[in-house]
Structure formats: C-alpha cells, structure tokens
C-alpha cells in the first residue's frame, strides 16, 4: 500500500494553488494563538492552504480516540513536545486522521458548517509561536562544497577539507536558547575580532554578518543515555524539518574557532521557520545523496536512500530595495552525510537525544556559484562583492537587511513547502 503522502492525485475541499507549500500532501504542525479570542489560549495547528486546522477542536470533538491518541491532552499546547514524545504510531494515527478530514470527498468536515468554523481559521487571524521547546541545539557541516569552500578560504587550498571530514559527520553543540522564530529581529552582535594583518585583536560590532541556510530536523523521540541509535532506526526518530537561518559572525568566527570551533559567533541567533514538515511528508522526495568515498565506517551505512531534495532558495532586500533578490538556489541533494548519518553518529558514543532536539544541518552549498549558501562564499571573503538591484553592493549583510529563506520538494502538480524564515538586520547596541 503507498502511503497517502506520495499521492498526487489527493486532494483537499480547501483549495490550494499549484505553488502553496501546504497541500494535503503536506501538513505540517505548528503553534498558534487566534488573534481576536477573548481567551488567547495555544494549539497545536496544521496548515493547509491558506488556512490552520485546530487540532485541539478536532479532539474536543472526538476525531482522535485511536489506540495511541486515545487519551492524550496533548494538542493544546503551547510546544509540539509532548505530541512528538508520543513516537511515530502516534503521529502516523494523526497525520492519517487529518488527511481524511481534508480529503475532496469525505464529508465529516467538509459539510460540517459549524465544526468548520470552530476548527479552521485563516492564518491571517492566527499569531504563530515557536513551535518545539528546544532543550539542545547541534549544528553539523554536512555540506562538502560549504566545508571546502570555507576550508579554502580560511585555511588554504591545500587543507580545505580536514582529514577527518570524510569520515564522519562533523558537528558541535550549539546554543538552543537563542533558537527564534522567523520574524524576530536581528541584533548585530559585539565581540572580538582580529583585523586583517593586526598583531592584537579589537572589540566592537561584527563587520561580517551572514546567514547560513540549513534545513533542521527536530528530534521526536530520543534514545536512551548509553543507548546509540542505529542507522536503520535513525529516521523514526525525527519528527520533522524546518528551515534554518544559522546567523554567523564571520570576523568573529575566523579568530575564535581555533581549537575548539565556533563559539560567539555563532551564539547569538538562530531563526528557524514555524511549521515542522513531518518526515511522512518528504517521503516521496527521498533520494539518494552523493556517491560516499571513501566508504563510511560501518555504524554509518545505509540500508536505503537517506538523502531528500528539498529545493532551497536565499533571497535578500536592502531597506533601499523595493522587492528581494534571490542570491542563491540550490537543494538539501547535495549535503553529502544524511540526517540518518546525523543521527547514528551524534549517539554512537551513547549520548541520549531528547524530544525537541534540533540537529541543524550546517550550511547547504551546491556545486555552483549561484548555490552557495552563504555571504561568506556567494562574495568570496568579500573578493567578489554581489550587485544588486538597488545599484548597491553587499559582501556580508548591512543593517536593514531582510534575508529570507524558502524550501519545498516539487511534485507533480503540487509542492511540499516550508514556508519561509526571515529576519531583519539591526544596528548594534550602542557601545
Ligand atoms: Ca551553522
């Protein structure tokens, strides 16, 4: 039996056009408070169209009473947390559910005027929140075209990949309080930088801002401590993906990295996008990724395709700009290590993942100019400014600047999208 997800031809009585990215296809969940209520109490929703399906109504009004839902308050919510902590039979029960209320041809719903009213509401009316408390924040560098472009960069043709790069998944723990939702402005951050040819370094604003386009997946359900998760289990334990701007500091960057990595530069904001597409929803879209050489070490291996071409695409307006300019199109096909891979590796030594989890994928490059996915290589440490339409130029980002950020898998007549995340530049604190 093929799952509904990879159907084409499903559709729902709320019309969605060729290019919306919340088809019945994809559903994804998200947080939500309703604007005008008297009571501004949190649900757990699910686009569709132009719309949020509550799902706190559909259980009031007795749609979940399946053998893994039966019971659980967990929809009005102000985090999709204790949803994800109930595992995949449970998220399956409910994704199956939901699909059938939407269908074209089941009435339940549809010709229900007064539960319609109650359980769908435009996503005008609707203020989106954070959609996953999350406890710990990993950011890889899975991308091989980012990590030797940033390799060649910093530290010279010779040695842009690192010995150990093709081996495993490289990756360090991040900060997870700073973790915002897109649309949350952007306070350039202050810190310590060492100019180009200066013995001693200087504090002040960072003169290279950028953004890092990724995709994270949120953990649904961990492991336990000593308890590694095989490959072969690795997916069942990703509830979704969402978009991820990882704003970087690249002066601060350069100079604090050595030995231990990224630590300021790096902590001061992350903007992830509001709805967590659920990995039933990429299904149709899983591929297999770049050919791995040398092989991975067994622990590694994949026992099927792990890689999904989500099509990814960075735009950015100035405050001078009437519109924004795509700086960059390109897709998750080319990060070379899995979320699989992600996985297994980030647990092998036995440390527990927990429910609401983010495993950023790092910056996703591709193998072209136009498909960098960030400042740092679209300009080439600042060699090759980019024009755009305003007559200005930008080597790393200015304050003012929106960046926004896009995805979705195409299908055939209908995409699987993640919405957007953006956020805007703001000067500094004043020293
Ligand atoms: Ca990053």
């Known amino acids: ?7 084409s031809t499903l559709k729902s009585f709320l019309p969605v056009s060729e290019h919306g990215h919340f088809p019945i296809q994809n559903l994804p ?3 939500f408070v309703r604007k005008n209520a008297s009571q501004q109490s949190p649900a757990i929703g699910v686009a569709i169209g132009d719309f949020i399906l509550d799902l706190a109504v559909l259980r009031q009004n007795g749609f979940f009473e399946t053998p893994h839902l039966k019971g659980q308050d967990v929809f009005s919510r102000s985090s999709l947390n204790a949803f994800m902590a109930l595992g995949r039979p449970a998220w399956r029960e409910a994704r199956s559910i ?3 209320l939407l269908r074209i041809d089941e009435p339940a719903l549809r010709d229900r005027y007064d539960l319609r009213a109650q359980a769908l509401l435009p996503m005008a009316d609707a203020q989106l929140h954070l959609p996953v408390e999350i406890g710990d924040y990993t950011d890889f560098y899975a991308s091989r075209e980012h990590a030797t472009n940033v390799g060649i960069m910093f530290r010279g043709k010779e040695n842009a990949l690192m010995p150990n790069w093709l081996h495993l998944p490289v990756g360090y723990h991040g900060r997870a309080s700073s973790v915002v939702l897109s649309g949350s402005q952007v306070r350039r951050p202050q810190g310590q930088s060492l100019p180009d040819g200066a013995s001693a370094p200087v504090f002040g604003r960072s003169r290279q801002l950028d953004f890092e386009l990724e995709v994270g997946c949120l953990v649904g359900t961990g492991n336990a401590l000593a308890q590694p998760i095989p490959i072969a289990e690795a997916e069942k334990h990703v509830f979704g993906v969402v978009l991820v701007n990882d704003w970087s500091a690249r002066d601060f960057q350069r100079w604090e990295y050595q030995p231990l990595g990224p630590f300021l530069s790096k902590n001061f904001i992350t903007s992830i996008s509001p709805w967590v597409v659920p990995m039933d929803a990429l299904e149709p879209f899983r591929i ?8 991975p070490l067994p622990y590694l291996r994949h026992q099927q395709a792990g890689h999904f071409d ?9 405050s001078k700009m009437a519109s924004p300019q795509i700086l960059c199109r390109t897709s998750t096909r080319y990060l070379y290590w ?5 996985v297994a590796h980030h647990t092998v030594t036995g440390c527990n993942l927990r429910t609401g989890d983010l495993l950023a994928s790092g910056t996703i490059s591709g193998p072209t100019e136009g498909s960098y996915g960030s400042l740092l290589e679209l300009a080439w440490r600042g060699t090759k400014p980019i024009k755009l339409n305003s007559g200005e130029q930008r080597t790393f980002l200015e304050d003012g600047d929106t960046v926004s950020m896009t995805g979705w898998c195409q299908g055939e007549g209908y995409r699987v999208g993640f919405g957007e995340v ?3 530049v703001l000067p500094a604190n004043p020293q």
């Open 98 to 100: 939901i699909t059938r």
């Open 310 to 318: 989500i099509r990814l695409q960075v735009s950015l307006q100035s």
């Open 338 to 342: 899995s979320f699989a891979q992600q």
């Open 1 to 7: 039996m093929s799952h509904p997800a990879s159907d």
């Open 29 to 31: 969940y998200g947080i």
């Open 288 to 295: 297999a990724g770049p050919q791995q050489s040398p092989d």
């Open 422 to 424: 953006v956020g805007t």
